[in-house]
């Protein structure tokens, strides 16, 4: 504010971003005359926004979802020193970032369920430097591999997994983290974060078990993503190793800008009267190597991280983070343009809910048959006049058949009582 070359170029009305027409030697963007360019969100943040106000708009209303087993990612995307390692860990006590404030509103919804369901919540930190990834939470970290599983979902092999409480406990795991990741200093930034951040929290919730017989569990993921801030070497004036981070930085975003333009191409394919209402299995899958469907999630580590928050079963939240001035006019446009792509993406949020060990459910079935059988075989019996006792000691048949009644009733208790001891 205080640079006399300064332009104030961005004005918000409810949840549309105005971006001024460019001003005399902000950029190569061509200039339209009178004409400025607007972009529709679905909620737009000012300077005079609180951390609280963010939440709530943005990662508040995925929070129940959580514990019925629907994925969760929110990341931060834009230009360097535009706030993103702010609005994502904040400054200091007195103004906590997004992460510290949803774990902590994550933890007062698992203590409301608690009552009815049994939670659990895993935790890994790690981070993209140099398209290597690294756990923040081991003191001397290695260079960690991408695996895929069975059904197309990637992990991170070998990284530390941990099992916090509380509130208290995640904040000294992220201070830990948070501490080891590398950042720089640079001409646009005095503290650039130089990798990608990514936390992940991993619930489990179970129901309490009714009737002595389990119940399916849910299982979601909530991934908090800082991403490092696009850079342009004019303006950064990096030289060596930053140099080098800066180039792997751009790579990477530039890769995730790539998988959001083929995406949102999808998306409008299925918007248009002539295009396919549904999309064939596999679509941005590596196998599709050809044609307007395929995404290159393979083109970057983080990309490949954050394929099924792009694309895939997950509700996705993405906070574009743009500076007001007109020093940054380029990075302001190309951020709002590609936030503004994002909505043009489509996913299929299912629940994961793993398979319920069918053969409980079939012992129930099994027990109920028997104490029906039971109970017609003992209203047989009773139907019997009693007359008829000394016809029937007389009658060596009866006798058999009475011992035979006998015995099939005695092993079907047995087996009955065996199954409910199962």
């Not at 679509?283 to 954050?306: A, I, Q």
């Not at 009658?395 to 058949?401: G, M, N, R």
Request: charged share 25%.
């Amino acid at each position: 504010r205080n640079d006399p070359k300064h332009v104030h170029i961005i004005q918000t009305l409810d949840n549309i971003v105005c971006i001024d027409p460019r001003p005399t030697g902000a950029g190569s963007i061509p200039q339209r005359r009178g004409k400025p360019h607007r972009y529709a969100f679905d909620s737009v943040f000012t300077e005079a926004a609180t951390q609280e106000d963010v939440v709530k708009e943005t990662v508040q209303p995925l929070l129940h979802g959580l514990l019925d087993g629907l994925n969760a990612t929110v990341f931060a995307y834009g230009a360097t020193g535009a706030g993103k390692t702010y609005t994502m860990m904040g400054s200091d006590n007195s103004a906590p970032g997004l992460i510290v404030l949803t774990m902590s509103k994550l933890f007062e919804a698992v203590k409301a369920a608690s009552t009815t369901r049994e939670i659990a919540l895993k935790m890994s930190y790690l981070e993209v430097y140099n398209e290597t990834i690294r756990d923040l939470l081991v003191d001397n970290p290695k260079s960690l591999e991408l695996r895929e599983g069975e059904r197309g979902e990637i992990h991170v092999h070998d990284l530390s997994e941990h099992y916090p409480t509380n509130p208290t406990e995640v904040m000294q795991l992220l201070e830990r983290g948070t501490s080891r990741r590398t950042q720089g200093a640079t001409e646009a930034n005095e503290v650039s974060s130089r990798s990608h951040a990514v936390l992940q929290i991993l619930i489990t919730t179970k129901c309490t078990p009714q009737d002595g017989v389990a119940v399916p569990v849910r299982t979601a993921k909530l991934s908090l993503i800082d991403l490092a801030g696009s850079e342009r070497a004019a303006v950064s004036q990096n030289r060596g190793v930053r140099r080098k981070e800066g180039c792997n930085i751009n790579r990477s975003l530039l890769a995730l800008g790539n998988c959001i333009n083929a995406l949102a191409k999808i998306g409008n394919k299925q918007r248009t009267p002539r295009g396919r209402t549904n999309l064939p299995a596999g679509v941005g899958t590596p196998s599709k190597r050809s044609g307007s469907d395929y995404v290159p999630y393979r083109d970057s580590k983080l990309t490949r991280m954050l394929k099924d928050s792009l694309g895939g079963n997950c509700r996705t939240v993405m906070i574009a983070n743009v500076g007001p001035s007109s020093n940054t006019y380029e990075d302001t446009h190309n951020t709002l343009k590609y936030a503004s792509q994002c909505k043009h993406i489509k996913v299929e949020v299912r629940q994961n809910v793993q398979s319920v060990q069918l053969h409980l459910s079939e012992y129930k079935a099994v027990i109920q048959k028997l104490q029906k059988e039971v109970e017609k075989l003992t209203a047989e019996k009773e139907a019997k006049p009693t007359a008829a006792a000394p016809a029937q000691r007389r009658d060596p048949a009866l006798k058999q058949w009475q011992q035979s009644f006998h015995a099939v009733s005695s092993q079907q208790r047995h087996d009955r009582d065996s199954l409910r001891e199962v």
